[in-house]
């Protein structure tokens, strides 16, 4: 299914074509300036929203609306067109909103302690299918401006490449989003991070490194072995010199695995050169890898460790636990192979935009 937000603005103005120029203006201002839905772009005539909409139906159809922290995490579950799901989650702070998107149905990276590439790849999603995500969150976020664009949700961004930067782009040019304030995660997609380094984004990323062997790497991140950690260290500094942007390697604890004195030792080793920023997230349970997370002291030892040599590190704040919306949990249904087990649900909204955030 095509979406709307395929089109950039010379696609919209063929698609106008025939109506007034200043039509084009103001579906495109009303769409990607105000990111209102279609049915609330008012200063298009009702009969042409109808005509679009019958054509350009939402590629998002919520399955599940579901939140936790009070209220300021909230996950949607969306259903696709042809039957495939994706996970999408809000996070709202003091200071900044996030919504963290999925660039694919599932994931064919399978790392072992993450849910989606336990479950499997389904799809690659469109710019539309993506771009929707983001404005689906921003008017659940209103009054608040969501300000940040995580492509951490299901799938590998750098695998679905063209997509993802054709996004970033747009977020950028037509929704006014600093680059500083999108952030593209990776596992290790060697030849992506590469290409990304040359298309002259300050964009931030985040490599999900989790070990800084490769026999461990191997075990946890497979992608490795066809990509191993002295071909990522190249691709990573490439990334530095010619952005000069600072690198973030993830780092999900795993008691016993990674979270060891000699884990930390070679995590120095792999970061210092870089002047990487190591983000620390306590392993979050997911049904297919039962190994525990490292205990909270062994987290406070690590990040400890890790500045004591010289390492800016940061443990990141876990959020949407008990709804399966942390980090490695995003795959509740994809390829209906899970069911949704909702803890704090709130009414699927069937029709246009969530009810705004409080």
Known sequence: ????????????????????????????????????????????????????????????????????????????????????????????????????????????????????????FTRQLSVGEVVEQVLYATRAASPRRLSNVVFMGMGEPLANYRVTVDVVRRLHDARGLSARHLTVSTVGVVPGIERLAREGLPLTLAVSLHAANDETRDSLVPLNRRYPLARLYDACELWVTATGRRLSFEWALIDGVNDTDRARDELVDFASGLHAHVNLIPLNPTPGYLVRGSSPERVRAFRDGLVARGV?????????RSIDAACGQL??????????????????????????HE
Do not use: I
């Not at 005509?51 to 399955?63: E, K, M, N």
């Not at 995490?73 to 994706?86: E, I, N, P, S, Y």
């Open 312 to 320: 800016n590190a940061t443990v990141r704040n876990t959020r949407g």
């Open 1 to 120: 299914m095509v979406s709307l937000y395929d089109f950039d603005r010379d696609g919209l103005a063929d698609l106008l074509e025939g109506e007034p120029r200043f039509r084009v203006d103001q579906l495109w201002r009303g769409l990607w300036v105000e990111g209102r839905s279609l049915a609330d772009v008012t200063t298009v005539p009702a009969a042409l929203r109808a005509s679009l909409a019958q054509r350009f139906p939402s590629t998002l159809v919520p399955q599940a609306d579901v939140s936790s922290d009070h209220g300021s995490t909230r996950k949607w579950v969306f259903a696709l067109a042809d039957g495939a799901t994706v996970e999408t989650v809000l996070m709202v702070y003091d200071d900044r909103v996030t919504v963290c998107v999925s660039s694919q149905a599932g994931c064919a990276m399978g790392c072992t302690f993450c849910a989606t590439g336990q479950a499997g």
């Open 331 to 356: 795959a509740a249904v994809t390829n209906a192979k899970r069911s949704l087990t909702v803890r704090a649900s709130r009414p699927v909204v069937p029709e246009g935009p969530p009810p705004a």
